[in-house]
């Protein structure tokens, strides 16, 4: 329950060299959209790309085989991409329109398309929504305070930034590695987190993210009819190399330990806000 | 109690204004030729034809349909036209679904008849006493009040109206209609779109008609919309200030931004920064807003949603 509908789940990742050198783990993401581009599925896709400030993400539509090379990469940091999906229909033209997001943008993507409140003609283009693992995000001013004040390292010599093994980890240019224990990150997370519902991005078409497999593979959870129909034809594209998921480690049984203690945890919080806070009121609950 | 109750409650006994409105059967519907004949929503000469002739094979049992009215007050007809937009899934709508038993523009109706839905377009000038007569004789006549658009939810640019204007300078207060009436279910959205009208159309009617599954689900889906009908009539893009991010509850998503209407809203690291003298009060960010309302009930069907309301349009 806490991963969702889905209709597999496998190890996987790209067998494009170029698109895993730059990607965070299996290059999944940057994988589907150029299969999906190149065999018309989609005409572009939202994407997180790069921006003035380092690791700052800044939402973008990627039309192209290199613009998609550019988004490649996690970036711990708010990307509005849902900022851009009625704009994207309209000034980029696009009809069939891919996606990619956090489990939440994922959700505001969903509810988007059933109550397309101020959503003109944008819920029928949606051809794939690929979301990401997300345990918590930051706001990028938090990135500053964490990399630049406890990591005593400049923003600008960073060359990846990475959440895993407990660990908020720091590499820089020159080979020099920097962890910070995650216990001291939590307080700069971003509020909206602390009442997130969703570990794996259950309402994506297709939803990957690392943990459950080895460096440089990912978790594929395939979900949607559409994201099933999609999946089949890259693979047999030969996009993918796949095994299946109980043959590698850490596995399934971790994704499924990290999702019950994130949904636990932010259920709890979504309770205290009932009670903790307040006297004969409480907090808003957002979800009814 | 729980939702079906409520909405039965809602639906079927709560506005006993009348007094002699108490039955609840199924009204046959008065059939409107014109708009069945007008073809394209584009061409909206009303062409009267005696229907005589009776497509035998094609016709379902007109019970089946719910009776609609549009009613249009101080608003631009934009929402009508956001409406019409739907092309031949309107067409549909309109001959599956329900009939529109009164609508200015489209249907040759003097009076606000008896109707299942009224969809109401714009805000009410109470300086003009036929508005008033009318949405308050809507209330009476309608099962269910739905507020169509941002002037009928919360007055939206007509917020901004202060009077002065030929020929009618005298007019210079303009209320949304729940500041009047009681109103079942908001659509807010400058304009709203095609999309969300002809969502709560096919939810209406299955509430209405449909068979218990799909009564739970319509009014799972229309619960949100009734909620913000409950909740007030005014709106701002100061609500995402203060009922999102003042509450800790935003994740910087971007939909606000992406739903207003006029560009109020840009996203600045991560979160919603309203210009306030640009927000024309239409609703549709804090509407659009995952944070505002989600029922995982509905969000999590919406595969078989997405895909029972394009069966439903199939002609
Ligand atoms: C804030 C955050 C938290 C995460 N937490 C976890 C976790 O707890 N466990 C886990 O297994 N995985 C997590 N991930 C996912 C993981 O880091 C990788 O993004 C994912 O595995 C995809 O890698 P890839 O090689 O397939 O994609 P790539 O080919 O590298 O492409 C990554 C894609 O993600 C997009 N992207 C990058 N940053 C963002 C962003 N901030 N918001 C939206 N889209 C973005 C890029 O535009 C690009 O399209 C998290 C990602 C983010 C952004
Ligand atoms: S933890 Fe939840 S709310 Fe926060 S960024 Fe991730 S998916 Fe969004
Ligand atoms: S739509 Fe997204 S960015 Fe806007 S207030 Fe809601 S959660 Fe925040
Ligand atoms: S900020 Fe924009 S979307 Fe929000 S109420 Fe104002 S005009 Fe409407």
New interface residues.
């Given amino acids: 329950m806490v991963l969702g509908?889905y209709k597999q789940v496998i190890a996987a990742r790209s067998t494009d060299a170029e698109i895993l050198r730059g990607s965070q783990d299996g290059g999944i993401v940057t994988q589907l959209f150029a299969y999906a581009l190149d065999a018309g599925i989609i005409d572009g896709a939202i994407v997180a790309g790069p921006s003035d400030e380092p690791f700052k993400p800044e939402?973008m539509v990627a039309t192209t085989r290199e613009e998609l090379l550019a988004s490649r990469g996690t970036r711990y940091?708010?990307?509005?991409?849902?900022?851009?999906?009625?704009?994207v229909t309209r000034s980029y033209g696009l009809d069939k329109v891919g996606v990619v997001?956090?489990p939440?943008?994922i959700?505001?993507l969903?509810?988007?398309?059933?109550?397309?409140?101020?959503?003109?003609?944008?819920?029928?283009k949606i051809a794939l929504a690929i979301g990401i693992f997300c345990m918590e995000?930051f706001?990028?001013?938090s990135i500053i305070q964490l990399v630049e004040d406890h990591g005593a390292t400049a923003l600008e010599n960073v060359s990846k930034l990475d959440i895993g093994k407990g660990k908020f980890w720091i590499y820089t240019e020159r080979g020099a590695t920097v962890q910070i224990p995650l216990k001291v990150t939590h307080k700069y997370e971003?509020?909206?987190?602390?009442?997130?519902?969703d570990y794996v991005s259950?309402?994506a078409d297709i939803s990957t993210g690392s943990v459950g497999t080895p460096d440089g593979w990912s978790t594929v959870f395939v979900r949607?009819?559409n994201g099933d129909d999609i999946w089949a034809k890259a693979i047999a594209a030969g996009a993918f190399e796949t095994k299946p998921i109980d043959s590698v480690k850490p596995g399934i049984e971790l994704v499924t330990k990290l999702a019950t203690e994130k949904i636990t945890k932010n259920q709890q919080y979504i309770e205290d806000r009932k009670t903790k806070f307040t006297v004969g009121k409480e907090?808003?609950n957002?979800?009814? | 109690m729980g939702i079906l109750e409520s909405l039965k409650a809602l639906l079927f006994g709560k506005h006993d204004v009348g007094g002699e409105k108490q039955d609840v059967k199924p009204e046959p519907a008065r059939k409107t030729d014109a708009v069945k004949e007008a073809g394209k929503p584009a061409d909206v000469i009303v062409e009267k034809k005696a229907s005589i002739i009776k497509e035998p094979k094609e016709e379902k049992p007109v019970a089946d349909k719910i009776t609609v009215g549009h009613v249009h007050m101080s608003g631009c007809t934009g929402c009508l036209v956001?409406f019409a937009d739907n092309y031949e899934g309107l067409l549909t709508i309109l001959d599956k679904y329900a009939d529109l038993v009164y609508c200015l523009t489209l249907a040759d109706v003097r009076h606000i008849p008896e109707m299942d839905v009224a969809l109401v377009e714009g805000s009410v000038c109470i300086q003009d006493h036929i508005a008033v007569e009318e949405i308050i004789e809507t209330r009476k006549n309608a099962k269910i009040v739905v507020a169509l658009g941002a002037c009928a939810c919360y007055g939206n640019i007509t917020r901004f109206a202060r009077g002065g204007q030929q020929n009618q300078p005298q007019h210079e207060s303009y209320l949304p209609i729940g500041d009047l009436i009681d109103v079942d279910v908001y659509?807010?959205?400058c304009?709203?779109?095609?999309?969300?009208i002809r969502?709560v159309c096919v939810m209406a009617y299955l509430l209405l008609k449909g068979n218990d599954e799909q009564k739970a689900l319509a009014g799972a889906?229309l619960?949100?919309?009734m909620?913000l009908a409950k909740a007030g009539t005014e709106a701002c893009g100061c609500d995402v200030m203060y009922?999102v991010i003042n509450?800790?509850?935003?994740?910087?998503?971007?939909?606000c931004?992406?739903?207003?209407?006029v560009r109020a809203i840009t996203?600045v690291?991560?979160?919603p920064q309203v210009e306030r003298d640009l927000c024309i009060k239409?609703?549709?960010?804090y509407?659009?807003?995952?944070?505002?309302?989600?029922?995982?009930d509905?969000?999590?069907q919406?595969?078989g949603?997405?895909d029972a309301i394009d069966a439903a349009l199939q002609p």
């Fill in positions: 509908n939402p940091s708010i990307s509005p991409n849902m900022s851009l999906i009625k704009e997001g956090t939440c943008q959700q505001a969903r509810k988007g398309q059933l109550y397309p409140v101020g959503l003109r003609d944008v819920p029928d995000n706001p990028y001013q971003q509020p909206g987190c602390h009442v997130c519902l259950n309402l949607s009819a907090l808003r957002p979800y009814i | 956001s659509i807010p959205g304009a709203p779109t095609p999309q969300q969502n889906y619960t949100p919309l909620n009922n509450q800790g509850l935003c994740m910087g998503c971007g939909s931004a992406a739903a207003c209407p996203m690291y991560g979160k239409c609703g549709a960010c509407a659009q807003c995952p944070r505002s309302f989600f029922s995982f509905v969000v999590n919406y595969e949603i997405i």
